[in-house]
């Protein structure tokens, strides 16, 4: 966590099914951390620790955690089972698997049943940062400062398109 929100409860969650999805997750950490927003992360497997899961999610609102980026991959149910014990928004990560590329990691999250959403993204890297980001454009909607630094992203981001050069 950045030194100016080190002290700060966190409002963001991040969890993920293993160690070995930090690769990508930290993706959404770096982000998170570039906004300055106080989050925490953990690892929370829905199939090895099915009852830290259930009390992460039971416990996320009244605790102030306001968005919930999961990531996992393979059979990756840890987004969905969240989803399904608590209304603080998810923001599921589909991990790249060692057999399927991750395609199983993205169908497990984003065919949810009508009822209980799961915000789903793309495989890998992209998809965490992008969680984050969508995470912290939530958190804009109320946030006049958090606005003012999604927008100056953006436009920053746009120059560097710009600015780019083909070897012709
Ligand atoms: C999932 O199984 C995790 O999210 C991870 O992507 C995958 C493999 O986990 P490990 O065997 O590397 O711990 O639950």
Redesign the pocket.
């Known amino acids: 966590m950045s030194d100016a929100t080190v002290n700060l409860a966190p409002i963001i969650g991040v969890v993920?099914?293993?160690?070995?999805?930090w690769d990508v997750m930290q993706h959404a950490v770096t982000m998170l951390k570039e906004f300055g927003i106080p989050f925490e992360a953990q690892v929370v497997?829905?199939?090895?620790m099915p009852d830290e899961m259930f009390t992460y999610a039971e416990t996320a609102r009244s605790r102030g955690i306001r968005g919930i980026i999961a990531?996992?991959?393979?059979?990756?149910h840890?987004p969905g089972m969240i989803a399904a014990k608590t209304i603080v928004p998810v923001f599921g990560v589909p991990?790249p698997?060692k057999y399927l590329r991750g395609e199983d990691?993205l169908l497990s999250i984003v065919q949810m049943p009508k009822g209980v959403p799961v915000n789903t993204f793309a495989i890998g890297e992209a998809g965490a940062g992008n969680a984050a980001l969508a995470a912290i454009a939530m958190l804009a909607t109320t946030d006049e400062a958090m606005a003012a630094k999604l927008e100056a992203f953006r436009a920053k981001q746009t120059q560097v398109a710009r600015d780019m050069h083909l070897p012709l």
Do not use: N
Request: hydrophobic letters at 35%; a neutral charge.
């Open positions: 993920m099914g293993s160690s070995s999805d497997s829905a199939h090895r990531g996992a991959g393979g059979a990756a840890l991990v698997s990691s």
